[in-house]
């Protein structure tokens, strides 16, 4: 790895001839992500997961070079991150664009990526029908409705919940969330009661009403999205200051709200609340042991991944894919044409990206927060394999096929 006038430049680890050399091309990456204010940490993880695949794997470039070229998104708002990309289309002129931690973020960059004819790998921004806004963004991370329809099921048919309550941070994703579980909860035959939105992700709100809110409707389980972070830090706070399971109401969700990096720091209060998602640091896979190990390595032995970690990482190998097959050579039809049916061992797993929509296929676990060697730790209870986004397939709201 080099820098050079003050942008990353990855290449090549293999020796290669003068003729190779003079080939050699420079792929340009625009990586819009939030490397300040609150949501830095989760521009860290993606970039950190970025960067282990290129020092691991940088050998697998063809003789070809990355140049990273990053910008701050610092917020979810939109207005930033398009401003980004316009610069990143028009002035500097890459080849793809990835990162996009935000819905609102990969919204509002859309339109430019279809005028542009820049291809999109988005690698965290979750809401379901964002690969609708243009043929040219594909996605490596996850939909909101892979985690909320299996959990709405989970709760019904092994929880034995007959009725929930739902509270979303009120944003696209925070939407889509609830609008998932309620699918997936009463499709199997139970009741949402209620679903409340809880202030927006910029500020973690005091939840304590809406908990209260909820306490005093005593459903049987309570359905929370928030972003990953302080927001699900507090969230677990809230629920035991209440004492809402001495309430007989059992806390669950997506796996934002367990994320690894935020843990251990939950304390007991977080035991026993049951997720679903695709990615733990804790599974017990070789993939996932050896990319972990390397994650630490790299990083310092108190450093963990979590599922934006391992998107960044997956990234990365869909970016150094499309370099190789195209030679240097990059269009967006010819990205798009290559990353339609993408597969790979990652370490949440195998991945592909679904060559109809665009988005990615994954198994999907449900996960409990255990203690065990002093540790908080996720349990797997049970797994879904391959799951593809059921928005899409179900032809729901702004999921249906143009």
């Not at 200051?241 to 109401?249: F, K, S």
Request: net charge neutral.
């Amino acid at each position: 790895m080099k820098f050079k006038n003050g942008l990353l430049v990855i290449a090549a680890a293999a020796v290669i001839g003068v003729s190779s050399v003079a080939k050699a091309k420079n792929v340009r990456v625009g990586v819009v992500l939030p490397y300040t204010g609150g949501a830095a940490q989760f521009g860290q993880q993606i970039d950190r997961g970025m960067s282990l695949y290129l020092s691991l794997h940088g050998d697998q470039l063809g003789g070809h070079q990355i140049e990273l070229i990053k910008r701050d998104s610092k917020r979810p708002g939109g207005d930033i991150a398009k401003t980004a990309v316009q610069e990143l289309i028009t002035r500097e002129k890459v080849d793809l664009l990835t990162g996009f931690v935000f819905s609102p973020n990969a919204m509002a960059s859309a339109p430019l990526v279809t005028q542009g004819k820049v291809p999109m790998v988005i690698m965290n921004a979750g809401t379901a029908w964002i690969p609708n806004l243009s043929p040219y963004i594909a996605r490596v991370s996850f939909t909101m409705w892979q985690a909320g329809v299996p959990m709405g099921e989970y709760a019904k048919n092994t929880l034995n919940c007959t009725s929930a309550a739902s509270g979303y941070t009120d944003y696209p994703p925070g939407k889509d969330s609830v609008a998932a579980f309620k699918f997936g909860f009463e499709g199997a035959g139970g009741k949402v009661v209620d679903a409340i939105p809880m202030g927006g992700p910029r500020e973690v709100p005091d939840f304590t009403p809406f908990f209260q809110r909820v306490k005093d409707a005593k459903p049987d389980c309570f359905y929370v999205f928030v972003p990953a972070g302080n927001h699900a830090s507090a969230v677990v706070k809230t629920f035991s200051d209440l004492d809402m399971a001495g309430a007989g109401i059992r806390l669950i969700g997506p796996g934002d709200i367990t994320q690894d990096t935020k843990l251990q720091g939950m304390g007991d209060s977080a035991v026993g609340m049951v997720t679903v998602h695709h990615y733990s640091a804790d599974y017990e896979t070789p993939e996932n042991q050896t990319f972990v190990a390397a994650w630490k390595a790299a990083y310092g032995a108190d450093t963990t991944p979590d599922f934006m970690g391992v998107a960044g990482y997956d990234g990365m190998a869909a970016i150094v894919q499309v370099i190789r097959e195209l030679d240097g050579n990059i269009s967006a039809d010819a990205t798009m044409d290559i990353l339609k049916g993408w597969k790979f061992d990652s370490p949440r797993g195998p991945i592909m990206i679904d060559p109809e929509t665009r988005d990615i296929v994954q198994d999907q676990h449900v996960h409990e927060v255990v203690k065990s060697g002093g540790r908080l730790k996720i349990k797997v209870l049970s797994s879904i394999s391959q799951v593809k986004d059921p928005c899409k397939a179900n032809q729901l709201g702004k999921c249906a096929s143009n």
